[in-house]
């Protein structure tokens, strides 16, 4: 029941765009503002997919590990509405100036990078993948998901150049969530092997 109503939760912001837009109320530039939003909340899902693993660390429950899946899919679904707005909507599928913004944009070239080290993870994010790579190599690949992250913010900072207090907002929330990851790593090497007696 709860990933049932977190997943509405995570996608309502979707379906809210959708009806700003049908209804022509996204403002004069509804492409841009529709590309700005979906920017938005694709960070926004992803910090709090990333977020699970740590909060786990800190208050030892287990129940916030069950939903980094879905959560981590619903932030692969939104960078997805994001890059098929501006792939078809923006740039009418011209891919000679979409490969021209690419090169020359920075803010594009970071955020195209990011989408696409979201891919591999994103095909394997279920069970069946895992067994397939192994625990090991799976989660050496997933953690690649920091630097798509790290990628995705410096194509949001890039992106407002004035007002960035969002995209440092943003900054500081992946540099605490990776501080715990890196502290707990750090903590576990160091901590000594458990013996085990024998009868």
């Known amino acids: 029941m709860a990933k049932w109503v977190i997943g509405a939760a995570a996608l309502f912001p979707a379906a809210r765009l959708g009806w700003l837009l049908m209804n022509d109320r996204l403002g004069a530039n509804p492409v841009a503002e529709l590309l700005n939003r979906l920017g938005f909340w ?4 992803l910090m ?14 287990s129940w916030p590990v069950a939903l980094r899946r879905l959560l981590g899919l619903t932030a692969f679904g939104y960078v997805c509405l994001h890059f098929g707005v501006y792939l078809g909507v923006d740039q009418f599928f011209d891919f000679g100036e979409i490969g021209r913004d690419i ?13 696409l080290l979201l891919i591999p993870l994103a095909i394997t994010s279920t069970s069946g993948m ?10 050496r690949l997933h953690r690649l998901v920091y630097v798509a992250a790290t990628l995705g913010v410096i194509h949001f900072l890039w992106r407002v150049k004035s007002d960035t207090r969002q995209p440092l907002i943003f900054a ?7 501080g715990v990851r890196v502290v707990a790593a750090v903590r576990q090497r160091r901590a000594p092997p458990v013996s085990v007696r024998r009868a």
């Open 172 to 178: 500081g929330i992946l540099t605490v969530l990776l």
């Open 130 to 139: 895992l067994k397939r790579l192994g625990a090991r190599r799976w989660k």
């Open 48 to 61: 709090v997919s990333l977020a699970m693993t740590p909060l786990k660390v800190v208050t030892g429950w």
């Open 103 to 115: 090169v020359k944009r920075p803010f594009i070239t970071v955020g195209f990078a990011a989408f």
């Open 42 to 45: 694709t960070l926004v899902t």
